[in-house]
């Protein structure tokens, strides 16, 4: 069995944790790995995985070992393959612990997804260490055959195709909601501080069609607060404003987010795993991507809007163009009350093309498949080349 450390340090948000996360429990449900996953925010954690303990400094989650990542660092053996989670930097004292071992682990940094065209380039990349004898790989996740795939649990489209025919109606009625209306949106929002949210609202109010909008707690809440007049949002409360039904959620496990991604018409998505998982659901979604220095994001959105409109007819990429820029500041692009003004011409071409976009990234390994080949064939190589 091989032996797996993944260390995942929370800067920000639930992106790093959420993703290192679904790797460690892939590792170990359907590649039998022994993986330690080593958090330094165990409180982020919990949020996305309500059984974990915080007082715990070791305790088990879905056949992984859950250790809190203190500091200073105490000593323990290096695993076989070691996963630094988004350049988080390891500790010095578990660096020099791998270069004493023979041969030493396989060493990967998980990078962040774009879909920019450099990453296919960069993807395996070695780099060695300027002192010890160790060698860091670059693995990039992405779109296209050339990168490490997108993470996708073995039974997640399974359980989606499960939870559409069997449990949506429950599901809408544990939120307190009937069926959907005929004409009516199901959308969810997740999403950071956002200047284009007053216009969508209004137009959404000011609608011809009915909308119901879930929003789980976070960090949108307050500006969502202000527009409708109240001093603060709740989990429980609900709120109609014209058309607009405002709907707020608690913050919910990764899983229970999954089945509100599946159930709606249409998700607003942020950052880095929920713009995955919305893709998973086979629904239109507009991504905000996470705010960087010199709009450096604004890159990484043009790059996933050219591959993600490639194959939509002309009408519905330039409607989805426009409001994804526009969600995220692009300058130039039309308001969202103009953006908002198509989409119900073009709901039918976006929702047919989001379940086409899904079955082709489907074909795909999964991100975990290719990182276990990745890591199997650099052992299977050091064997080899160990004198
Ligand atoms: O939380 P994020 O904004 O994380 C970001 C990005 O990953 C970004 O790349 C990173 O650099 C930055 O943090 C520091 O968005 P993201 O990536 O979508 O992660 C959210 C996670 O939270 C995801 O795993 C889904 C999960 N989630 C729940 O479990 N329950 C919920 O109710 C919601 C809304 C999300």
Same mark, same amino acid.
């Given at each position: ?63 992984? /070992? ?91 489209? /399974?359980?989606? /195709? ?215 064939? /650099? ?9």
């Amino acid at each position: 069995m091989r032996t797996w450390d993944v260390f995942c340090s929370v800067i920000d948000n639930y992106g790093d944790i959420g993703v290192s996360w679904r790797l460690a429990r892939s590792l170990a449900c359907v590649h039998g790995a022994r993986v330690r996953l080593w958090v330094d925010d165990l409180a982020a954690f919990q949020r996305i995985r309500p059984e974990i303990r915080l007082e715990r400094e070791q305790q088990q989650c879905d056949g992984v /070992t859950v250790c809190a990542w203190r500091a200073p660092f105490a000593s323990t053996p290096p695993a076989e393959v070691v996963v630094e989670a988004f350049g988080c930097t390891l500790p010095d004292s578990y660096v020099v612990d791998m270069a004493t071992q023979s041969p030493p682990p396989v060493w990967i940094n998980l990078e962040y997804l774009s879909a920019e065209p450099w990453v296919a380039a960069h993807h395996g990349l070695p780099s060695p260490h300027p002192r010890l004898p160790l060698t860091k790989y670059f693995f990039f996740p992405g779109y296209t055959a050339q990168t490490g795939g997108l993470m996708r649990e073995r039974d997640l489209l /399974t359980r989606r /195709t499960h939870f559409l025919a069997a449990e949506t109606a429950a599901y809408w009625q544990s939120l307190g909601l009937a069926a959907p209306e005929p004409g009516e949106w199901r959308v969810s929002l997740f999403a950071y501080e956002n200047p284009a949210l007053a216009e969508l609202l209004d137009a959404w109010a000011a609608g011809a069609d009915a909308v119901t909008l879930l929003v789980p707690e976070g960090r949108i809440l307050p500006q969502l607060a202000d527009w409708l007049d109240k001093p603060g949002l709740h989990a429980g409360e609900s709120v109609r404003r014209g058309a607009l039904d405002v709907r707020v959620l608690p913050f919910v496990s990764q899983d229970d987010y999954d089945r509100l991604l599946w159930a709606c018409d249409l998700n607003f998505v942020r950052g880095e795993d929920s713009c995955v998982r919305a893709q998973w659901a086979a629904r239109p979604l507009v991504w905000q991507a996470y705010p960087q220095a010199e709009a450096a994001h604004h890159d990484k959105l043009d790059a996933l809007l050219a591959i993600y409109t490639e194959s939509l007819a002309p009408g519905a990429a330039q409607l989805l163009t426009d409001t994804w820029r526009r969600w995220n500041g692009v300058p130039g692009a039309p308001d969202m009350a103009a953006c908002w003004a198509g989409w119900r011409a073009q709901r039918d071409e976006l929702s047919r093309h989001a379940a086409a976009w899904q079955a082709q990234l489907a074909a795909r390994p999964s991100l975990t498949d290719a990182l276990v080949d990745f890591a199997e064939s /650099t052992l299977k190589y050091r064997v080899f080349s160990t004198p």
